[in-house]
C-alpha cells in the first residue's frame, strides 16, 4: 500500500476524516437503543464504542515520536476492533433495533464509497 492513500482519504476533504471519526459514536447509538431495549450484548458494546470515541476526540499527544506512532497504530487497531465487534455481535445476534445498525451499515459503505473515491483519485493522479 503506498503511503500517500492515508493522506488521500484524510486530506482533500474533511468528509472522510468525520466518518471516520464519528464511526464510533454510530456504534455508541446503536448499542445504547439495543441496550435500552435489553438486548444482549448491546451493553458493552456501547461502553466500547464510547470509550474508542472519547480516545480519538480527546487523543494523547505525546513528544516522543515513538509513542506518537504507537498511540496512533492502538487507535487504528481499536477502531478495527471495534468494527470487527460489531460485526460479530449483528451476526451472532438479532441485530436490535435494526434502524439503529442500519444507520451503522449506511456509515460503513458511507466510508467504503470514500474510500473506493480516495483510491481512484491516486490511481489517476
Excluded: Y
Amino acid at each position: 500500500m503506498e503511503p500517500d492513500l492515508l493522506q488521500r482519504l484524510f486530506t482533500p476533504s474533511p468528509v472522510m476524516f468525520w466518518l471516520v471519526m464519528l464511526l464510533p459514536l454510530t456504534i455508541t447509538l446503536s448499542g445504547v437503543v439495543g441496550a435500552a431495549e435489553r438486548h444482549t450484548g448491546n451493553r458493552r458494546l456501547a461502553v466500547w464504542a464510547a470509550v474508542l470515541t472519547i480516545w480519538l476526540f480527546l487523543p494523547l499527544t505525546f513528544a516522543d515520536p515513538v509513542a506518537a506512532q504507537v498511540s496512533a497504530m492502538a487507535s487504528i487497531l481499536a477502531w478495527l476492533g471495534l468494527v470487527a465487534f460489531w460485526g460479530r455481535h449483528v451476526w451472532n445476534h438479532w441485530p436490535s433495533p435494526v434502524w439503529a445498525h442500519a444507520l451503522v451499515i449506511t456509515h460503513l459503505m458511507a466510508i467504503a464509497v470514500g474510500a473506493a473515491v480516495a483510491v481512484i483519485r491516486l490511481a489517476l493522479s
